[in-house]
């Protein structure tokens, strides 16, 4: 493995879910920093770990701009994918989340909220290029690992 690599790779230790921003990143591929994080990543663990929340989100994006071709591709794409569901667990966590972020004037939203429950309730670091966002969440005294694969 190359310096670069094996640099990154000592940071990723955790296992990790991938948020609508930066799994968009890695389609995208233009960032080369992501890729060498996704890369690192996927010699890891095999496949990236996403919330249905997030599939749903690439999915608005796409059929907004009317392109079912690449949501015919990105839905393919999804068999080597971990996409976790929202069970009731997640929905508890996110609904105290949102709830405690509304209370505090600092909304992030419900899909967001929703994949936070979903990185908290399953033990992963949340990756996001959003960092100050989920930052609102850590500051209601949640422990949600934060990651972002651009720096």
């Given at each position: 493995?190359?310096?670069?690599?094996?640099?990154?790779?000592?940071?990723?230790?955790?296992?990790?879910?991938?948020?609508?921003?930066?799994?968009?990143?890695?389609?995208?591929?233009?960032?080369?920093?992501?890729?060498?994080?996704?890369?690192?990543?996927?010699?890891a663990y095999d496949r990236y770990t996403l919330s249905v929340i997030t599939v749903m989100e690439i999915v608005r994006g796409w059929h907004r701009l009317q392109r079912n071709d690449h949501i015919q591709r990105f839905l393919a794409s999804l068999s080597t994918a971990e996409v976790l569901t929202v069970d009731t667990p997640v929905a508890v966590l996110a609904g105290r989340i949102y709830a405690d972020l509304q209370r505090s004037g600092q909304m992030i939203g419900i899909a967001d909220s929703i994949i936070a429950a979903t990185a908290l309730q399953n033990d992963l670091t949340l990756v996001t290029g959003n960092q100050a966002h989920y930052q609102r969440v850590q500051s209601r005294g949640y422990e949600l690992r934060l990651d972002n694969w651009r720096s």
């Amino acid at each position: 493995m190359g310096t670069i690599a094996s640099t990154i790779a000592s940071k990723i230790l955790d296992k990790a879910l991938l948020d609508t921003d930066s799994l968009s990143e890695v389609l995208k591929g233009i960032n080369p920093q992501v890729l060498v994080r996704a890369n690192v990543y996927l010699e890891a663990y095999d496949r990236y770990t996403l919330s249905v929340i997030t599939v749903m989100e690439i999915v608005r994006g796409w059929h907004r701009l009317q392109r079912n071709d690449h949501i015919q591709r990105f839905l393919a794409s999804l068999s080597t994918a971990e996409v976790l569901t929202v069970d009731t667990p997640v929905a508890v966590l996110a609904g105290r989340i949102y709830a405690d972020l509304q209370r505090s004037g600092q909304m992030i939203g419900i899909a967001d909220s929703i994949i936070a429950a979903t990185a908290l309730q399953n033990d992963l670091t949340l990756v996001t290029g959003n960092q100050a966002h989920y930052q609102r969440v850590q500051s209601r005294g949640y422990e949600l690992r934060l990651d972002n694969w651009r720096s």
